[in-house]
Nanobody, 118 residues
């Protein structure tokens, strides 16, 4: 059974930074694409970015490009989302997800709240 657990959320002032972690247990972490998504109150789920398992290539959503960085440490079965220059509009519940490269995201974490104050 594959389980994902996010951590690192919290309250930060605009312009600040946070680093989220997504720890994966079960499965073969190094083969997974790890994705990050977020959902703000009253809004739909938004793609933040992803990092592939095969080559660690990354793709980011337009709203976070240049401010957020996704990385992974395979021997720790953990993916990270470094968030810099945070804005109030980044406030959301952040979720990580895992799936086979070029496949659907099969596994999801429970989410962690990020709140950015003005």
């Amino acid at each position: 059974q594959v389980q994902l657990v996010e951590s690192g959320g919290g309250l930060v002032q605009a312009g600040g930074s946070l680093r989220l972690a997504c720890a994966v247990s079960g499965g073969t972490f190094s083969t997974y694409t790890m994705g990050w998504f977020r959902q703000a109150p009253g809004k739909g789920r938004e793609f933040v970015g992803r990092i592939r398992g095969s080559d660690s290539s990354t793709v980011y959503g337009d709203s976070v490009k240049g401010r957020f960085t996704i990385s992974r440490v395979n021997n720790k079965n953990t993916a990270y989302l470094q968030m810099d220059s945070l804005k109030p509009e980044d406030t959301a519940v952040y979720y990580c997800a895992a799936g086979a490269d070029w496949g659907a995201y099969e596994y999801w974490g429970q989410g962690t709240q990020v709140t950015v104050s003005a």
